[in-house]
């Protein structure tokens, strides 16, 4: 089954840039979506298809995806960031949707 | 404003049956692909199963092949996820959760969730 590796976790200084990898096989020919989940609430959906934004989402969450890694980076980073980030795939070969394992920001 | 409240969540013993149930509300349901995403406690996002629009096509993850099914019924704006034979590795909170139409590959709105317990 298909597999997205994350880092456990990323510290970042407040107005600085967190930069979170999703690593898969071949991930840069699939549409990647990140999730923010916060401390006892649903997950909400913060880039979708690798790098487009939701509406409500501020312009500094952004998106990459290539190869083999794809990348969340969050710039300008404020406290209210803080929060579990997911990433998501769907393998046509399995037809199963896959998360990442998850990457706890944790802003200093 | 999109609505997914999910609901039959309750502590259950090994081995035991369970059935949740998502209402769905603010959006046409029967157009939209649905799923079920669990989370034990402390642990990350796994998906559990998937149904598309109609109902006629479903997809489940090998952990829970041949003891879940994922059903809806479109006229009364609901989703279900019917567990049998269940493990005390189930216990997770349960996520109804909306495809996005256009990118079905894409979750786009969530429920709150509904805790599941299966005692050992």
């Known amino acids: 089954s298909y597999v997205l590796t994350q880092p456990p976790s990323v510290s970042v200084a407040p107005g600085q840039t967190a930069r979170i990898t999703c690593g898969g096989n071949n991930i840069g020919s699939k549409s990647v979506h990140w999730y923010q989940q916060k401390p006892g609430q649903a997950p909400v959906l913060v880039v979708y298809?690798?790098?487009d934004r939701p509406s409500g989402i501020p312009e500094r969450f952004s998106g990459s995806n290539s190869g083999n890694t794809a990348t969340l980076t969050i710039s300008r980073v404020e406290a209210g960031d803080e929060a579990d980030y997911y990433c998501q795939v769907w393998d046509s070969s399995s037809d199963q949707y896959v998360f990442g394992t998850g990457t706890k920001v944790t802003v200093l | 404003e999109v609505q997914l409240v999910e609901s039959g969540g309750g502590l259950v013993q090994r081995g035991g049956s369970l059935r949740l149930s998502c209402a769905a509300s603010?959006?046409?349901?029967?157009?939209?692909?649905m799923h079920w995403v669990r989370q034990a406690p402390g642990k990350g996002l796994v998906w559990v199963s998937r149904?598309?629009?109609?109902?006629?096509?479903?997809s489940n993850a090998d952990s829970v092949k041949g003891r879940f099914t994922i059903s809806r019924d479109n006229a009364n704006n609901t989703l279900y996820l019917q567990m049998n034979s269940l493990r005390a590795e189930d216990t997770a909170v349960y996520f109804c959760?909306?495809?996005?139409?256009?990118?079905?590959?894409?979750?786009?709105?969530w429920g709150q969730g509904t805790l599941v317990t299966v005692s050992s």
């Open positions: 603010g959006f046409t349901f029967s157009r939209y692909w």
């Open positions: 149904i598309s629009s109609d109902g006629s096509s479903t």
């Open positions: 298809d690798d790098s």
């Open positions: 959760a909306r495809a996005a139409e256009q990118l079905v590959s894409l979750v786009d709105y």
